[in-house]
Every structure is written in structure tokens, then in C-alpha cells.
């Protein structure tokens, strides 16, 4: 629905007015909304709308003008992103010391099976600067002594290298609503477990303690819910028995990638949506992709019995079944 619309976002602190005065500009330029969301969380304001600017009565250079001094008397940021614009993708990925995700989305771009450029790396630490200095990527450590980020700066950062796609390749902090708000169903986290089961941190041992059988990892959108983003691809695997936590990083950490990967390409062929909390794909039919368990599942599982399909149950009639219901 949203791929030949602008996307105006507005986050700042909450105060009355806010949506009157936006949606008020727009009517007064001829732009149509076709969509708008808004969200408060920890007393930050967010407001998504999608717009239609094709018969608006002035240019696009000049909407941004007037919503920038909009947001500056209003005291809130106001981001604009034209359709054609989104044709450019710029992927900045924030990471942490694991360097396994980081190290898949190097190779896949080296071999041109990303659709977008790796423009810069962000980490709490500096542990992976090497792996990105190796790619010629700029790396930026925004951490303190204690790996704390500086938000502020990471904000700048995006903004400077105009990110297109946040990728959390196993950032191990979480981000402040002030950073999701602004970007919006365009950040992908990918986290060690089959979601919604183990959120938080770790997530391996939590599997371990519970004593599942099957563990998983999930690719999923970053929401200011922790780990409870819509999901858009996940792995499983067989937990062997006795396995240690370092055993079933070994075996997900690969599947961590994978799914990672798996969830970056749909998302930048847009073949992905998110409505009311969970993902759909555009064209299922047309879309070459591995959401889950890999289709040699579907062989393996029993399709019978089913409730009803048996000859004696499927024989009998209305009334028989009424008497037993009431035995």
C-alpha cells in the first residue's frame, strides 16, 4: 500500500497540538493522507503518516522546508522520505563484539547478493573494526568504557550516512523509543530463540533451562516491545541432549545469519509488509524465501489422523453424535 507514497514521521516530546498542526500543512498543500499512526512510549511522541503527493501545490524541496520549520516551532523532528528516494538502499548495520551476522552480510554484499550498499558499521565496542576495515566500511564506536552507547551520536550518524535500513547484527543493547520511533518497520534484529518463546538475554540457556527439544532463532522487526517485533523469518533445531549453552550457540549462530540474511532481502525487494503487529508477503506465490522449517518438513510430518476423517466418526450421524455429547 505504501510504496508510491511519502512517509512523514514526526518524534519529539509528547504536547498537545501535534498531529492538528501537521495534518493542517498537508490539507493546506493539496497532499492527501492515506494513512496515519501515532505512538507515545516513555514521553516521546511518534506519528507515522503516509501521503499522497502527487497533486500537492508545491514542490517537494519546498514541503520539506515548511515541515522543518514546523518541526522547529513545534519543538519535534520531522523526517520526509519521497518515493523515489527509497529506491537508493544505505544499510547501516550496529553490532557489538559477535562477529558472525556481520560476517555474512560482508560476504553476501562482496558477492552482490545484497541489493543495497553496507555504508557504515556502528558498535557499542570496537572489537569488529578490523572486519570492517577489511570490507573498507567506516566504523564508528559509540560506547563508553562500559560499552554504554551515545545515542545522540548514533542518531547523527544515521542521519549522516541517510540509512535507508538499520540492521542489529547482534547489537546487544537495546534502542531508546527516540531511535525506533524514527525508524520505523525499517530496523532488523535478529534474536537466538523462536520467538515469542525466550526473549531477552540469554536466550540459549533460557532454552536449555526449560528443556525444549526444538530451539530456533527468529529475524524479526525492532519494536519498542523488546523481542516482540513483527517476525519475519525464523530457524529450528533439535536440541541434543545435555547441550551446553556454547553447544547451541555453535549449532544457531549459523542459522542466526541465515535467517538474518533471509530477513534483509525481503525486506529491501519489498516483498514484505507489517499490518497490525505481523508480517505478510506481497506475492507469496512469486517470493522465492524460507520463512520457517524447510519444506522437506511438510514430507516427514504424519497427515492423519484428523479429527473427523475416521470411517467409524465420519459415519455417524447428527443425532448419535448430539447423544454422546450429552453422555
Request: with cysteine; net charge negative.
Amino acid at each position: 500500500m505504501t510504496r508510491h507514497l511519502t512517509e512523514i514521521t514526526v518524534v519529539g516530546e509528547d504536547d498537545t497540538g501535534l498531529i492538528a498542526e501537521v495534518t493542517s500543512l498537508l490539507f493546506e498543500r493539496s497532499i492527501n493522507i492515506e494513512d496515519l499512526d501515532q505512538a507515545v512510549r516513555e514521553g516521546v511522541f511518534r506519528m507515522t503518516m503516509h501521503v499522497d503527493t502527487e497533486g500537492m501545490v508545491c514542490t517537494e524541496e519546498k514541503l520539506r522546508e515548511d515541515l522543518d520549520e514546523l518541526g522547529d516551532n513545534l519543538g519535534v523532528d520531522v523526517q520526509v522520505r519521497f518515493p523515489a528516494e527509497r529506491e537508493t538502499q544505505s544499510i547501516a548495520v550496529l553490532v557489538t563484539k559477535e562477529s558472525h551476522c556481520l560476517e555474512a552480510l560482508f560476504e553476501a554484499w562482496a558477492s552482490g547478493d545484497l541489493e543495497a550498499d553496507i555504508d557504515v558499521v556502528i558498535g557499542n565496542h570496537s572489537d569488529l573494526q578490523p572486519l570492517a576495515e577489511k570490507y573498507d566500511v567506516p566504523f564508528h564506536d559509540i560506547g563508553d568504557e562500559k560499552g554504554t552507547p551515545d545515542e545522540d551520536e548514533l542518531l547523527d550518524l544515521l542521519a549522516e550516512y541517510n540509512a535507508d535500513l538499520i540492521v542489529l547484527a547482534r547489537y546487544m543493547r537495546i534502542l531508546s523509543p527516540d531511535v525506533v520511533f524514527r525508524y520505523e518497520s525499517r530496523i532488523i534484529n535478529v534474536h537466538p530463540s523462536l520467538l515469542p518463546s525466550f526473549p531477552g538475554a540469554s536466550a540459549y540457556m533460557q532454552a536449555i533451562e526449560e528443556g525444549v527439544r526444538i530451539a530456533g532463532v527468529t529475524a524479526h522487526y525492532v519494536t519498542t516491545d523488546l523481542d516482540q517485533g513483527p517476525i519475519i523469518t525464523q530457524r529450528a533445531f533439535n536440541v541434543p541432549d545435555d547441550a551446553s549453552e556454547e553447544e547451541l550457540q555453535q549449532i544457531g549462530q549459523p542459522l542466526e545469519a541465515e535467517a538474518l540474511l533471509e530477513g534483509i532481502r525481503l525486506h529491501l525487494a519489498d516483498e514484505v509488509t507489517v499490518h497490525r503487529g505481523r508480517t505478510k508477503l506481497r506475492d507469496a506465490d512469486d517470493v522465492d524465501a524460507q520463512l520457517g522449517a524447510p519444506a522437506e518438513l511438510d514430507d516427514i510430518n504424519p497427515d492423519r489422523p484428523i479429527d473427523g476423517l475416521g470411517e467409524f466418526v465420519a459415519g455417524a450421524d447428527d443425532e448419535d453424535a448430539e447423544v454422546e455429547a450429552d453422555d
